[in-house]
């Protein structure tokens, strides 16, 4: 059971309205009938959201829903991306406003790496980076490969290419070669665009090596480009690899390039996340509807104003960096910072000194952030003023309620709205919150709260019944702006994944409970997909890598709960006759996953056994490994094929524990 259930068990009475804010809440059972509303006048409810954004179209029909699930937002509008980010505020008051506070890990460094861009200094690099991209012939809808470390170049390329309307596909540079070949393969991109190395934990990541290594896997990309980060040696191929600073020497400073009128349904990205089975699946978001829904949740879900310094301390390889790093908060005219490094690095107390120099007031992060933080002790953060703080997300996995109860106290001070916002990479933007709506309902440490306005969300059985007060499925029940597209080149993969299951709905594959309030409290992931440190991973992925290597025969992955990872993998091989099962082997088969795969990849234990349960029919059964992992009972095994592989597991397990 995990804290969430056992905390809703027991009678629920813990609701925590801040004092100084009392008059920014609202009463669940008022938000409810507000929200109501916005399901029953849906489409109106949107299209006064969307209009708040400069469209250089309005849109003619706000849903084309004649090819469910295959449903276009704001049809016959256009915008683009780059332009209400940047132009907008560039023309505006706000031209010499900070848009970016980044800061560089190096910590030693003198003075520290730390650089400001105005919306006038991002307006100019956006420009002549997408005069860059122009003069390699790249035209709308061309698809290029980013694969960037946190440095400010990252959103700059990747507002330069909405400005084009390419397509991007941004990959997080904790992934290694293979996975970046299987992502611009799949995705066809031509460009990519890549660093000498990036910083992390005070070690340069050689990232132009893993580039090199994909690149004998791939034959789309004709182009690379090079941003100079950490200076390191590296290799360069002639006709194909180009360092930025010699091509932007040959870009003149005041370069133009007027932002494409892209239409609302035009892909602006795709983002690779993983699925329960095969290869990642690659999510296309559309550019009004995604736009539209990141304007209401910045205003309501993070109330951002413009005197606010808003943090989110995400990668912008993942999703949330995507909406809440680089679209969301500058599509506003937000002041962000942008942070290059590990939050503990050099000191457990790094974060906390960003806070406080840059006096942050909104902070999103993490659950596995938080525990870690809560590892390390409060006397990292006390010796920090956090005053700055006014309001606190996080996101990812569930948030456990003793860490939502010391993170409170401790820089919430007891006053500020902290929420744990439901989403996902499929969604675009926030989908539940503490802060529907602009206001914030009572919290409850370790729910999710309530669906945002115009979003039906609901809990429902295997039958599709909907259900309160019971563990069931969550599902989206009306479409949403910002929902995907479909999964790039896979269109029955999309229909099959997310909307079979419960026909007419967006299935999650979140389990969730919906309590007497109507909060909900998602649970964690119903299918084979990990949350290892808040990554998304599928147990598929690392037993494709893991059978890669030449000693091993059979791979099965489970998910096992951690006390700061939240889960990290378990791995049970069974090995080529002949290898004699080692500690040694042991290590070289979790390198070899690290290099293969990336080193996100965590395995608590690798065991070796010689059989797997599986059904008759040759599926793993992967259910009855995890039930022994976590030492409850394994349930209905009829279907098991060897029942003498549970026993192997179970003694694997002791033999190991
Ligand atoms: C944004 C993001 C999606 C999965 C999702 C769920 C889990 C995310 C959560 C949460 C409980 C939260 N998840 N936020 N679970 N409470 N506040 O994380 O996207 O990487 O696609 O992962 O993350 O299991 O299904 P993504």
Request: proline share 6%.
């Amino acid at each position: 059971m995990s804290n969430q259930e056992s905390e809703l068990n027991l009678p629920v009475k813990e609701k925590i309205v801040p004092e100084s804010l009392k008059t920014k809440t609202i009463d669940p059972k008022d938000y409810l009938t507000f929200h109501k509303l916005t399901l029953d006048n849906n489409l109106e409810f949107w299209e006064s959201i969307a209009k708040e954004l400069e469209w250089f179209k309005p849109w003619e029909r706000t849903l084309d829903s004649s090819n469910p699930p295959f449903y276009k937002w704001f049809v016959g509008g256009e915008l683009n991306a780059s332009y209400l980010a940047v132009d907008r505020h560039f023309r505006s008051w706000r031209r010499n406003k900070v848009a970016l506070i980044w800061e560089g890990e190096p910590w030693d460094s003198s003075p520290r790496e730390v650089r400001k861009l105005t919306y006038l200094d991002l307006f100019r690099e956006v420009n002549k980076t997408a005069y860059l991209l122009k003069s390699y012939g790249l035209k709308r809808g061309d698809k290029i490969g980013i694969y960037l470390p946190m440095i400010p170049e990252l959103p700059i390329f990747m507002l330069a290419a909405a400005r084009l309307g390419l397509i991007f596909s941004v990959v997080f540079s904790g992934f290694s070669a293979q996975a970046l070949a299987d992502r611009m393969n799949d995705a066809g991109a031509k460009l990519l665009i890549t660093a000498d190395g990036g910083w992390r934990r005070g070690k340069v990541v050689q990232l132009k090596e893993i580039v090199d290594k994909a690149l004998e896997m791939n034959k789309s990309i004709k182009d690379v480009i090079v941003v100079r980060r950490t200076g390191s040696e590296v290799r360069m191929e002639k006709g194909r690899d180009s360092f930025l600073h010699d091509l932007m020497s040959q870009v003149p400073n005041n370069a133009y390039v007027e932002p494409e009128r892209v239409k609302s349904e035009d892909p602006l990205y795709i983002l690779y996340t993983s699925g329960t089975t095969g290869k990642p699946k690659g999510i296309v978001h559309d550019t009004g509807g995604y736009m539209t829904l990141l304007h209401l949740t910045m205003r309501q879900v993070f109330d951002l104003r413009d005197e606010d310094v808003y943090w989110c301390t995400a990668d912008v390889g993942w999703v949330t960096g995507h909406s809440y790093i680089v679209f969301g908060p500058l599509l506003e005219g937000a002041t962000e910072v942008m942070y290059e490094g590990a939050l503990d690095y050099p000191e457990p107390d790094r974060w906390v000194s960003i806070i406080e120099r840059h006096q942050v007031s909104i902070l999103y992060t993490s659950p596995t952030a938080i525990r870690t933080f809560m590892r390390q002790g409060e006397r990292w953060i006390t010796k920090h003023d956090v005053s700055s703080i006014r309001l606190i997300h996080s996101v990812g996995e569930p948030i456990n309620p003793e860490a939502w109860r010391w993170f409170f106290k401790l820089v919430g001070r007891e006053q500020v709205p902290f929420g744990s916002t439901w989403w996902m990479t499929e969604t675009g933007g926030i989908m539940i919150s503490h802060t529907p709506g602009g206001y914030l309902v009572p919290m409850k440490p370790g729910t999710n709260a309530l669906p945002l306005p115009g979003i039906g969300a609901e809990v429902v059985n295997e039958e599709g019944k909907v259900k309160s007060g019971e563990k069931g499925y969550l599902v989206l029940t009306k479409p949403w702006p910002g929902m995907p597209l479909t999964i790039y080149g896979d269109p029955d993969r999309y229909v099959k994944v997310y909307w079979e299951k419960f026909p007419g709905a967006f299935y999650a594959g979140d389990y969730a409970i919906k309590d007497q309030d109507g909060y909900f409290w998602i649970l964690g992931r119903a299918d084979e997909v990990l949350k290892i440190a808040g990554h998304r991973i599928g147990t598929y992925e690392l037993e494709s890598a893991l059978i890669q290597h030449p000693s091993i025969a059979e791979a099965a992955v489970v998910g096992v709960p951690d006390q700061v990872r939240g889960e990290v993998a378990e791995a049970f091989v069974i090995l080529r006759s002949g290898v004699e099962p080692n500690q040694g082997l042991k290590d070289e088969i979790n390198r070899f996953v690290r290099d293969n795969f990336g080193p996100i990849a965590v395995f608590k234990d690798i065991h070796f056994v010689s059989k797997l349960p599986k059904t008759r029919s040759g599926k793993i059964m992967r259910r009855v490994i995890r039930a022994v992992a976590s030492n409850s009972p394994i349930g209905d095994v009829t279907t098991l094929e060897d029942e003498a592989s549970v026993d192997e597991i179970r003694n694997a397990y002791k033999e190991f524990m």
